[in-house]
């Protein structure tokens, strides 16, 4: 009898601490920055050649809808949202069918092209890093008069902020421009985007952000578009890239372990895709992957954004079948499973 009730009593208290513990963590808006990886449509609204929102592009969306998202569907922010039990899709803030009503669980500042490096953004006139931030800013207002300032303020501070950008800054401008190559090593320039990225971070800590997670550099060596211009090697991935990729990765943990011991009250963790993106491209069938060296979308090795069109006869019929979409970004599946990759190693502490 003592027994039993000890036992209910400890259940009892487990079950409170659960629900205290789950109730402090709890997350009630994904905000994102960065390029391609996470643009929820922004560019539609922008004047740029950049651009997704037409077919084949999200055929494997709800409603097979292109929307801007530079994939056949879903792109990783929204498994992230849905994986915190928020919406299943996070909205572009530039999009007009959403207002601060739908902004307020989650929005999207992301541009694809984008980079740390204003000089990146210049090459295919999106929106630079530091306007993401001035939209940002101009939500939080939008955010205060729509829940009030004391509701408004925990949403701010409770919510997961995810960066994800970079790859542009190497694949578009320092390895194919001379401003940056002929100012910088590459190692200088790493040095350069990682001071953007620590600004940033301190920035919006000090508009409030206190969850953030900082998105690694993929293999950036093995998308296709990079294999096809490594012809002269046999269009492997290119060993340069990748390395230059996993060294960024580097110092951007070293940055993620400095920001934590400098921002009280910050939590900054490191969500890097380059190991499990890397598995997938190495071991594609283990995933359930038939083809990894060349994308769904058209002949595989070259099209992105309007060259990949509806017209191209050569585009796949299953795009879960291939790890690339187009020759620049990841297929829905894909997504998917670096989406569950991160969420379990870097993003669960906010769960
Ligand atoms: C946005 O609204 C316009 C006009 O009402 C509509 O034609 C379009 O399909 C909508 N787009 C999305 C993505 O819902
Ligand atoms: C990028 O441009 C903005 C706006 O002109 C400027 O405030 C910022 O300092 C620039 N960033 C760098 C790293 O030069």
């Known amino acids: 009898m003592g027994l039993t009730m000890y036992t209910s009593l400890l259940i009892l208290t487990q079950f409170l601490v659960t629900l205290v513990l789950t109730s402090a963590g709890k997350v009630p ?23 997704s929102d037409f077919e084949p592009y999200g055929r494997d969306f709800v409603g097979g809808k292109p929307t801007g998202r530079f994939s056949n569907g879903r792109i990783p922010p929204d498994f ?21 009503k739908d902004f307020a669980t989650g929005v999207c500042f992301a541009s694809a092209g984008t980079g740390y490096d204003n000089a990146t953004s210049d090459v295919l006139s999106v929106i630079p890093l530091w306007r993401e931030l001035e939209y940002y800013k101009e939500y939080q207002k939008k955010l205060r008069a729509y829940l009030g ?3 408004a303020n925990e949403v701010i501070s409770e919510a997961l902020y995810l960066m994800s950008l970079g790859t542009n800054d ?32 301190r920035q919006l800590y000090s508009l409030g952000a206190r969850k953030i997670s900082l998105g690694g ?33 580097g110092k951007l943990k070293g940055l993620v372990v400095k920001l934590n011991r400098e921002l009280k009250g910050i939590k ?21 992957f038939d083809v990894t060296a060349v994308a769904c979308c058209a002949t595989g090795t070259i099209e992105m954004g309007y060259t990949c069109d509806r017209y191209n006869p050569f585009t796949c019929t299953d795009a879960s079948k291939y790890v690339f979409w187009d020759s620049f970004h990841p297929t829905e599946k894909t997504n998917s499973l670096i989406s569950a990759h991160v969420i379990k190693h870097a993003l669960a502490v906010f769960l």
Do not use: H, W
Not at 80 to 100: E, M, R, V
Not at 173 to 184: H, M
């Open 217 to 249: 550099l993929p293999p950036m060596g093995c998308l296709p578009l990079e294999r096809t211009m490594n012809f002269f090697s046999g269009s492997q991935c290119r060993d340069e890239y990748n390395n230059a990729a996993k060294e960024f990765n």
């Open 149 to 151: 300032t004391q509701k």
């Open 268 to 288: 900054v963790v490191l969500s890097n895709p380059y190991d499990i993106l890397m598995q997938i491209i190495q071991k594609p069938s283990l995933f359930g």
């Open 80 to 100: 992230i949202s849905q994986a915190f039990g928020l919406k299943p899709t996070i909205p572009a803030y530039l999009d007009p069918n959403y207002s601060i």
């Open 29 to 51: 808006a994904v905000i994102v920055f960065g390029d391609s990886s996470v643009d929820a449509g922004n560019n539609n609204q922008i004047s740029t050649v950049l651009k």
């Open 170 to 201: 190497f694949l578009e401008n320092y390895y194919i421009l001379p401003r940056r190559s002929s100012q910088y090593s590459i190692k200088q320039y790493q040095d350069f985007l990682g001071g953007i990225a620590e600004d940033f971070i």
